[in-house]
């Protein structure tokens, strides 16, 4: 589908930053400091991991940026379905319920993708997904963005991340087995949870404070377009809003854990932060700094994000790469080698990617 909306330049190169990451950047690291002994790579490498419980690493950050930003271009548009009469709102609803329920299916599509392939029994398929949360969280900030004032919107934002931190501190203790978020999804999420885990990170309960990143999204998104053109009030505005959230997020974790797992409320003001600092940073080096090689290498990710990152699943990228660069591999010390396969992945990637780029296809839900 040829997308011909106005776009920003530094919120696609943003993206295609967040999605670098996860068509193969994680695997950079290890090899470079094999080979040069830095401990910047080491200290990168496990950066690159998720954490495993209570804690917050940058791989942590990768799947809450991408939603943040699905906001961001909401607010971008601005739009209001306030005071439309039902034929106009609609097509609108229409819409959004197709591009919710297509997120749904591509995200189980993705779950069963690595050589399995989609069960046979329903019972056996999961349901949750990184694409689905991204669905709905759009999906709800939107109809949120839509209908609601701004005031309200805030509120309904506040009102969400307290309400979760009271559930959860109440209804059991922040562990595996013991959150309720493990009770929600054993009696009410269909299907199977990753992992057969006694929750899933992308269950139910979860999925609600992730709205919140939607709406921090929009609100820099509005930010943005209020104050288009003016680059000192947009840096000024991201960065209050940035120390506000990470300064909040991290004393809440000393009574209420930062929890990637359980999408704990401190863990979603300390990813706003960060997303919102990261946007700063790329609004100085793309619109204002006009950094045109960094723009277009991560714009030609960007503009593609979902698409690639439904490649990973489907497509066994690394073996492409052996097959090109896997002869020249072997002659190199392993460390050398390892390196070289893995700069191939992220560039046949890349260069599929930039084809769509060039012709202007940007395919989206």
Same mark, same amino acid.
């Given at each position: 589908?040829?997308?011909?909306?106005?776009?920003?330049?530094?919120?696609?190169?943003?993206?295609?930053?967040?999605?670098?990451?996860?068509?193969?950047?994680?695997?950079?690291?290890?090899?470079?400091?094999?080979?040069?002994?830095?401990?910047?790579?080491? =200290?990168?490498? %496990?950066?690159?991991?998720?954490?495993?419980?209570?804690?917050?690493?940058?791989?942590?950050?990768?799947?809450?940026?991408?939603?943040?930003?699905?906001?961001?271009?909401?607010?971008?548009?601005?739009?209001?379905?306030?005071?439309?009469?039902?034929?106009?709102?609609?097509?609108?609803?229409?819409?959004?319920?197709?591009? @919710?329920?297509?997120?749904?299916?591509?995200? *189980?599509?993705?779950?069963?993708?690595?050589?399995?392939?989609?069960?046979?029994?329903?019972?056996?398929?999961?349901?949750?997904?990184?694409?689905?949360?991204?669905?709905? !969280?759009?999906?709800?900030?939107?109809?949120?963005?839509?209908?609601?004032?701004?005031?309200?919107?805030?509120?309904?934002?506040?009102?969400?991340?307290?309400?979760?931190?009271?559930?959860?501190? $109440?209804?059991?203790?922040?562990?595996?087995?013991?959150?309720?978020?493990?009770?929600?999804?054993?009696?009410?999420?269909?299907?199977?949870?990753?992992?057969?885990?006694?929750?899933?990170?992308? %269950?139910?309960?979860?999925?609600?404070?992730?709205?919140?990143?939607?709406?921090?999204?929009?609100?820099?998104?509005?930010?943005?377009?209020?104050?288009? &053109?003016?680059?000192?009030?947009?840096?000024? &505005?991201?960065?209050?809003?940035?120390? !506000?959230?990470?300064?909040?997020?991290?004393?809440?974790?000393?009574?209420?854990?930062?929890?990637?797992?359980?999408?704990?409320? $401190? =863990?979603?003001? *300390?990813?706003?932060?960060?997303?919102?600092?990261?946007?700063?940073?790329?609004?100085?080096?793309?619109?204002?700094?006009?950094?045109?090689?960094?723009?277009?290498?991560?714009?030609?990710?960007?503009?593609?994000?979902?698409?690639?990152?439904? &490649?990973?699943?489907?497509?066994?990228?690394?073996? $492409? $790469?052996?097959?090109?660069?896997?002869?020249?591999?072997?002659?190199?010390?392993?460390?050398?080698?390892?390196?070289?396969?893995?700069? &191939?992945?992220?560039?046949?990637?890349?260069?599929?990617?930039? =084809? @769509?780029?060039?012709?202007?296809?940007?395919?989206?839900?």
């Amino acid at each position: 589908m040829a997308n011909k909306k106005q776009r920003l330049a530094s919120v696609d190169a943003l993206r295609g930053f967040d999605m670098f990451w996860i068509i193969g950047g994680e695997a950079l690291f290890l090899p470079l400091f094999a080979l040069t002994g830095w401990t910047i790579f080491q =200290f990168g490498h %496990g950066q690159m991991q998720h954490t495993q419980w209570h804690g917050f690493s940058f791989y942590d950050l990768i799947f809450p940026l991408f939603i943040f930003l699905s906001g961001v271009t909401l607010g971008l548009a601005n739009k209001s379905l306030r005071g439309l009469p039902l034929s106009q709102r609609t097509p609108v609803y229409r819409k959004s319920f197709k591009r @919710l329920f297509l997120l749904i299916l591509l995200g *189980v599509l993705y779950n069963h993708g690595w050589g399995a392939g989609i069960p046979a029994d329903p019972g056996e398929i999961r349901y949750a997904s990184v694409l689905a949360r991204i669905g709905f !969280a759009w999906f709800f900030a939107a109809m949120i963005v839509w209908h609601f004032g701004l005031r309200v919107q805030y509120a309904i934002a506040a009102t969400i991340l307290i309400g979760y931190w009271l559930l959860q501190v $109440s209804a059991g203790p922040l562990t595996p087995e013991g959150s309720v978020n493990a009770w929600t999804d054993q009696h009410f999420l269909p299907g199977i949870t990753y992992q057969n885990r006694a929750y899933d990170p992308e %269950g139910i309960l979860s999925t609600i404070p992730a709205v919140v990143n939607a709406l921090f999204g929009v609100f820099a998104g509005r930010w943005l377009a209020r104050h288009s &053109g003016n680059h000192k009030a947009i840096l000024k &505005g991201l960065s209050v809003g940035a120390t !506000a959230c990470l300064l909040a997020g991290f004393l809440w974790h000393w009574a209420y854990p930062v929890n990637k797992e359980l999408w704990t409320s $401190s =863990f979603v003001l *300390v990813t706003c932060g960060c997303c919102l600092l990261l946007l700063g940073v790329f609004y100085l080096l793309v619109d204002m700094w006009h950094w045109k090689a960094f723009t277009y290498f991560f714009s030609v990710i960007g503009c593609n994000a979902i698409l690639v990152y439904l &490649g990973t699943s489907l497509i066994n990228w690394q073996y $492409s $790469s052996k097959s090109l660069f896997g002869g020249i591999a072997l002659a190199l010390p392993q460390a050398a080698g390892t390196l070289l396969v893995a700069c &191939g992945v992220i560039l046949l990637q890349w260069l599929v990617l930039r =084809f @769509l780029y060039k012709r202007g296809i940007f395919i989206s839900p």
